[in-house]
């Protein structure tokens, strides 16, 4: 018996072309929207935005499959018609959360394995043309190729992503599910990011139009981004804050760099909180936890140093000019250097 995509698929995963085919099939008109039973479906869509956008909170909730592919769809439109780079951003990062975790589960759960051979093949290999493959010897883990990998790791700044820290096999590098999740978080990121650019937009049901407006107000302080001043920060700092001013993801690392020297030149809390006001996943009550944990006000009382010159070249952070002149730690930028000792 052959396995398809069932609906089940298509409620946890609207992006997959299956999904577009079934609102093509139904000869679905975007007009249908002002019909009052679809109201649900445009309060649903403005709810995922309110969460993802004014609390920074994924919106996991799975409904039936002609629910979540209209959601979806009315929430990639309201996005378009928003038209803000922000609000954009922090959609296609919750979307690809959203989708994550489903993934992850079905990988860990599905006990049947054809079933979960057609997900990789569908969702890994038809859209981002990566191979995935089942370990033969233990179903939750995954195996994809070394150069497979090594294009998507090397993105990652965390050491346990680097090749000499993996399992590596015959070629394979192997994986479990969430790590091989995690390998295509960018890109299912940018898959929503280039469905929402690549939109056009005929007249907007009123319906839809009215709810535009509404959220535009609602939602405008969370989305207009703040310009951080750059000044003679050493060149990691400057190049973390100009992807901050573009409202980029900063990895885990970045931004631990980031709090950590804004601490060190004495930046006050509510000061660096404001730092991380564009993030896509910006949360002030998570954002403030974690720079109090760093600076040294919540848990075991460490404050945390800047990370070494050392650490950050691992990490690919450091963008070292001549001016950095050979020191050890970002703190030392610009500070006088100690001259060196003539040699007798
Ligand atoms: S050398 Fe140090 S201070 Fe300069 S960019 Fe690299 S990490 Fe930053």
């Not at 919106?59 to 928003?82: G, M």
């Amino acid at each position: 018996m052959s396995i398809r995509i069932g609906t089940g698929d298509l409620a946890k995963y609207p992006f997959l072309n299956e999904a577009s085919d079934y609102v093509r099939e139904t000869h679905f008109d975007i007009q249908e929207f002002n019909r009052p039973e679809m109201k649900h479906i445009i309060d649903r869509a403005a709810h995922r935005l309110e969460r993802e956008v004014a609390k920074g909170l994924p919106d996991e909730r799975l409904d039936r499959y002609e629910i979540e592919i209209l959601t979806f769809l009315v929430t990639l439109i309201i996005v378009k018609s928003i038209g803000t780079e922000g609000v954009l951003r922090k959609h296609s990062l919750f979307e690809a959360r959203r989708a994550e975790k489903f993934l992850s589960e079905d990988l860990i759960r599905e006990k049947n394995e054809q079933k979960k051979r057609l997900i990789l093949s569908t969702v890994f290999r038809e859209l981002f043309k990566v191979n995935v493959e089942v370990s033969e010897n233990n179903s939750q883990l995954f195996k994809v190729k070394i150069t497979d990998y090594l294009m998507r790791a090397s993105h990652f700044h965390e050491q346990e992503w680097k090749l000499i820290n993996r399992l590596v096999y015959n070629g394979f590098v192997y994986l479990d599910a969430d790590e091989t999740v995690r390998l295509i978080r960018s890109e299912l990121g940018q898959l929503i990011y280039d469905k929402v650019k690549s939109m056009t937009l005929s007249t907007l049901p009123q319906a839809i139009k009215t709810k535009v407006d509404e959220l535009k107000v609602q939602l405008a302080p969370h989305y207009q981004y703040q310009k951080y001043k750059i000044q003679e920060y050493p060149p990691c700092i400057k190049h973390a804050l100009e992807g901050m001013n573009k409202g980029e993801n900063l990895s885990h690392s970045a931004r631990l760099m980031l709090a950590t020297f804004a601490l060190a030149i004495g930046k006050s809390i509510e000061e660096i909180i404001t730092l991380f006001h564009n993030a896509p996943d910006y949360n002030e009550k998570v954002t403030r936890y974690q720079i109090e944990h760093l600076a040294g006000l919540r848990g075991s009382g460490t404050k945390y140093s800047v990370p070494s010159c050392q650490k950050l070249l691992n990490q690919n952070l450091c963008f070292a000019t001549e001016q950095c002149n050979g020191i050890t730690n970002p703190i030392q930028f610009g500070k006088p250097t100690t001259p060196k000792k003539e040699s007798a």
